[in-house]
């Protein structure tokens, strides 16, 4: 349940992100209120994969990325409160008798996955200039050379410029998804329960004498 609520977060969020990039500004390469919540989406995956497969340590790595999370900005504070409960059930759940001691490895390794994917996203941007003609209500954006003079585009007056520098980037927000995905893939597979290998033949015995 606490890993549902996170992932329901996530969605608040990023319509909360989508509500504040209303701005005059060209869109980013990468949607920026598709990309952050996606990291805090699969702090929830993480939690749900760790409940149903009982595995205490995965449960613990999802509630302590969401701690690390919370101090990302004012608006993921609110992931402090589920990420202490999920750290708290997790040391409370008992794991299956056929988890084995590896399992605090791929805790760890889930959990340095997700910081990468985050700071990949948020290291591998960009700079950009640029100017919008037309009117507020339906504006013509166009990048612009840095430090040069306004452009001339045909559409009308400019009405609106500026340089943005932490541009999301498709590279960045590529890696991100492919760490995101290596690290709900790495957990989901090695948490699969595996098959009894105890197979007894049955062997015909000689009848007794």
């Known amino acids: 349940m606490v890993g549902v609520v996170v992932f329901g977060l996530a969605v608040v969020l990023g319509v909360f992100i989508q509500y504040q990039a209303r701005d005059p500004r060209p869109p980013e390469d990468v949607p920026r209120a598709l990309a952050v919540p996606a990291l805090y989406a699969t702090m929830g995956l993480l939690a749900i994969i760790g409940a149903l ?17 919370a101090i990302l900005s004012v608006a993921t504070i609110e992931f402090a409160v589920p990420g202490a409960l999920l750290i708290l059930l997790g040391s409370r759940t008992q794991a299956l008798p056929t988890r084995h001691r590896s399992e605090a490895v791929i805790a760890a390794a889930a959990v340095l996955l997700v910081v990468s994917a985050a700071v990949a996203l948020l290291v591998m941007t960009g700079e950009r200039c640029w100017q919008a003609t037309g009117s507020p209500a339906d504006p013509t954006y166009t990048v612009i050379p840095c430090g040069g003079q306004a452009v001339l585009v045909a559409g009308g007056q400019t009405f609106a410029s500026g340089f943005d520098s932490g ?27 595996p098959t009894s290998t105890d197979f007894q033949p049955l062997v015909d015995q000689a009848p007794p004498l």
Do not use: N, S, Y
Request: a positive charge; charged letters at 10%.
């Open 53 to 69: 497969q009982r595995r205490p340590a995965i449960v613990v790595a999802a509630g302590v990325l969401c701690l690390v999370g």
């Open 167 to 193: 541009v999301l980037t498709m590279g960045g927000g590529l890696v991100e998804a492919v760490l995101l995905v290596g690290a709900l893939t790495l957990t989901a597979v090695t948490g699969r329960t």
